[in-house]
């Protein structure tokens, strides 16, 4: 199996293939080598709308409703695709989000929606109070991606799941960005009424595993794009006679690169066939670590064999490193993760530690 894709567990549908190449083929079109990026929290309009008449913001909903089944597959590979694309779009968000929605019985928001999440928030940055004439919201939101042109924000907690219409009363979005220059932005509320509720504490441990496996797999594709340009890239320059990859420092970057990126795709096939099961979570925090190491590392050994050319604006190198930078570092800490899988392994030590190891796939 190639390092390059995440193929759906054996018996899935045919149609996640489909999925597959149909994403690849349009995203690349859309989105070519010489494209580049426009003002940050621009959504070019006629992307957005080609990606949701084609119904790729419900690749999370349930068949019946338009979307690929309960499983997590196709969502993971959109948003693998979005990573390798560097798709300028809140497509992955809003795709979790409506998601979970599905999942919660909540109505959906109007068709063509942006959406965005906030996992795990409720009790923490937020306070969701209860009165007379319906649930409200009081705190701050921070970094939630795309709030900007979003029209609600599914948000998670203790409580459940909650459904809030950022175009409303009591609500303000301050702009910010991050390091890739990608829309992240703190929403703070004060008494904003809640438009829905699911009081199911295990939905929103759902939109925050999921939230976390998407980021992996983002960053999942832009390792492989990463590392094409580099191989690319130390191919074709040539030094004192030879080309780059010829030399010996430069073929172990590009070796290390390739490590690093088949040890995230193990992991992440692991994590998402794992995902609703016992061994989920575990999977999930190993995952997180092993993708955030490697997105360091990675990117550093991009840069290394590029040289200065690939810290430029004009070159598509740093559209992926900065993503990758920027991705290790949300939904999920990678500190805590490494603290969490250490707490596991002792309480597993002796033979249970390598039982601990071993994959345990389960239906996604």
């Not at 701050?140 to 459940?160: D, I, M, Q």
């Not at 930078?325 to 603290?339: I, N, P, Q, T």
């Amino acid at each position: 199996m190639a390092a390059e894709e995440i193929t759906a567990p054996a018996g899935a549908d045919e149609e996640l293939q489909l999925l597959r190449g149909v994403l690849g083929e349009a995203m690349a079109a859309r989105f070519p080598a010489d494209w580049e990026p426009g003002a940050p929290g621009d959504i070019d309009a006629d992307a957005w709308a080609e990606a949701t008449e084609l119904g790729w913001d419900q690749v999370a909903l349930p068949e019946d409703q338009g979307g690929f089944g309960s499983g997590i597959v196709a969502l993971m590979t959109l948003a693998e695709m979005a990573g390798r694309h560097r798709l300028p779009l809140p497509l992955v968000e809003t795709a979790l989000a409506r998601g979970i929605l599905a999942a919660a019985g909540i109505e959906q928001p109007e068709p063509g929606a942006v959406l965005t999440v906030a996992p795990l928030l409720l009790d923490s940055s937020l306070a969701l109070t209860s009165a007379p004439s319906g649930l409200f919201l009081n705190g701050t939101a921070r970094r939630l991606p795309w709030a900007r042109a979003a029209s609600h924000a599914v948000v998670g907690g203790s409580e459940g799941v909650v459904l809030a219409d950022l175009r409303s009363d009591g609500i303000r979005v301050v702009p910010s960005e991050s390091l890739a220059r990608e829309p992240r932005d703190d929403v703070r509320f004060d008494g904003a009424q809640v438009v829905a509720h699911a009081a199911d504490p295990a939905l929103a441990e759902d939109l925050a595993a999921r939230a976390g496996l998407v980021r992996c797999a983002q960053i999942h594709g832009a390792l492989v794009a990463a590392l094409a340009l580099t191989r690319e890239h130390t191919a074709s320059r040539r030094q004192f006679g030879r080309t780059l990859d010829s030399f010996q420092m430069v073929g172990a970057h590009l070796a290390q690169m390739a490590a690093h990126l088949a040890l995230v795709e193990a992991s992440l096939r692991d994590a998402t066939a794992a995902h609703g099961g016992p061994a989920g979570p575990t999977a999930r925090t190993a995952l997180k670590v092993i993708a955030a190491e490697a997105a360091g590392a990675a990117a550093r050994s991009a840069h290394q064999c590029h040289g200065a050319i690939g810290v430029t604006a004009e070159y598509r190198l740093g559209h992926y490193t900065t993503r990758l930078w920027s991705w290790r570092e949300e939904f999920g800490d990678e500190f805590e993760a490494r603290a969490a899988l250490g707490r596991e392994a002792l309480r597993a030590a002796g033979p249970g530690l390598w039982a601990l190891s071993e994959p345990r796939l389960e239906a996604a």
